[in-house]
Structure formats: structure tokens, C-alpha cells
């Protein structure tokens, strides 16, 4: 079993910039990637960007390139998502995963979610 706890969200004007953070324990280290997955209202979830445990490499959403960034710290089992340079449509749910692969499909344990709210 993996717990996943998010912190981090919030409401923010458009433009700025949150970091959220997932704090994983239990069996961490049967996980092959942690990453961040978000659910706007009346929309299907969908994949923002993921982190390998092992190695670090990435892999980020198009609508997100070059705005958001995935980071973790091993010490203290947490990954951490920042936001910058945030607009309306990026608000949603955002969830912390655990996978045995790269896709939404690999998916094994989820966070409970934490809302992010951008205001134009």
C-alpha cells in the first residue's frame, strides 16, 4: 500500500504561481513513477506530468510545458508540482500518483486531491 497526501492548493490571479507537494509513505519503492494528474469540472482527468523514481526523468504535459515543473526530494519521500505563470483553465483538482508506468492507465494509488482555483 502507498499513501499519497497533497498540500499546496489554493486561489490564485492569473499569472501566479502555487507549488504543491505529495507526501508518499508505505511501499514506496515498488512505484515507478509518482506524478500529478488533474480534473476540471465536467471534464475527464488527465495527465500533467510525471517523475521517474529512479533516474529522475520526466515527462510534462503540452499544455503545460514550460509553465509547470515536477521535482522530488527522496529524503523526504515528497514530490512537489510548481506552477507558474497560472491561467483560468488550469483550474481543477489536482491529484498526486503513484504508477507502474507512465500513463493514466498505470495509475495503482491516488491522492485525495487538492483544489487549485485560477481567477482572471
Known amino acids: 500500500q502507498v499513501q499519497l497526501v497533497e498540500s499546496g492548493g489554493g486561489l490564485v490571479q492569473a499569472g501566479g504561481s502555487l507549488r504543491l507537494s505529495c507526501a508518499a509513505s508505505?511501499?514506496?519503492?515498488?512505484?515507478?513513477?509518482l506524478g500529478w494528474f488533474r480534473q476540471a469540472p465536467g471534464k475527464e482527468r488527465e495527465f500533467v506530468t510525471v517523475?521517474?523514481?529512479?533516474?529522475?526523468?520526466?515527462i510534462t504535459a503540452d499544455s503545460v510545458k514550460g509553465r509547470f515543473t515536477i521535482s522530488r526530494d527522496n529524503a523526504k519521500n515528497t514530490v512537489y508540482l510548481q506552477m507558474n505563470s497560472l491561467k483560468p483553465e488550469d483550474t481543477a483538482v489536482y491529484y498526486c500518483?503513484?504508477?507502474?508506468?507512465?500513463?493514466?492507465?498505470?495509475?495503482?494509488?491516488w491522492g485525495q486531491g487538492t483544489q487549485v482555483t485560477v481567477s482572471s
Open positions: 508505505g511501499r514506496t519503492t515498488s512505484s515507478y513513477a
Open positions: 500518483a503513484a504508477l507502474n508506468g507512465l500513463r493514466i492507465g498505470d495509475v495503482n494509488y
Open positions: 517523475i521517474k523514481l529512479s533516474g529522475g526523468a520526466t
